[in-house]
T-cell receptor, first 113, second 112 residues
């Protein structure tokens, strides 16, 4: 059974600081996704990582994937208040369990002035 | 372009009642899924479909039924609502290939 674990689950940051959210998963996969959810809203796709060593960047967020370590990171650079949201990683097991996404618990990020 | 449309947005049910949550997508996506979101537990997959006429169970299927008669629609039926089914329900669709899921706006369901 695929398990996806994020840490930390809660992250309180000051504006301007850097931090990293970690996503570990239990079964070999080379497909990992990051989503953002604002309070009371739906989920929005941020990054799609489809191979070992993949790195994607958008603004102050950068995501990477290490399939050997079964680890993805979401790095936040110089945080701003607008980044406050819940961030989820998700994994699919294409070829063995296609059509299914397994999500981590989510990391609630709060950025303070 | 509507994307994924869920109805209703809010619903209160009494224990034992049944209802159907509607989900429709206009992107011609093959894959559709239903998730429930509970605090501290992320999103958990209830049922999913890889095409019209094909459905399968996810992680938490008990108490729910689905069918997929068309590519566009994927309704979720609660057979006999229980307080444990109080949650926010999200429908998602994805094209074949990498599962870049597009989510609906969610249905907040309360069972009393």
């Amino acid at each position: 059974e695929l398990k996806v674990e994020q840490n930390p689950l809660f992250l309180s940051m000051q504006e301007g600081k850097n931090y990293t959210i970690y996503c570990n998963y239990s079964t070999t996969s080379d497909r990992l996704y990051w989503y953002r959810q604002d309070p009371g809203k739906s989920l929005e796709s941020l990054f799609v990582l489809l191979s070992n060593g993949a790195v994607k960047q958008e603004g102050r967020l950068m995501a990477s994937l290490d399939t050997k370590a079964r680890l993805s990171t979401l790095h936040i650079t110089a945080a701003v208040h607008d980044l406050s949201a819940t961030y989820f990683c998700a994994v699919d097991l294409w070829g063995t369990s296609y059509g299914k996404l397994t999500f981590g618990q989510g990391t609630i990020l709060t950025v303070h002035p | 372009n509507a994307g994924v449309t869920q109805t209703p947005k809010f619903q209160v049910l009494k224990t034992g009642q049944s209802m159907t949550l509607q989900c429709a997508q206009d992107m011609n996506h093959e894959y559709m899924s239903w998730y429930r979101q509970d605090p501290g537990m992320g999103l958990r997959l209830i049922h999913y479909s890889v095409g019209a006429g094909i459905t399968d169970q996810g992680e938490v299927p008990n108490g729910y039924n689905v069918s997929r008669s068309t590519t566009e629609d994927f309704p979720l039926r609660l057979l006999s609502a229980a307080p444990s089914q109080t949650s926010v329900y999200f429908c998602a669709s994805s094209p074949r290939g990498p599962l870049v899921a597009f989510f609906g706006q969610g249905t907040r369901l309360t069972v009393v």
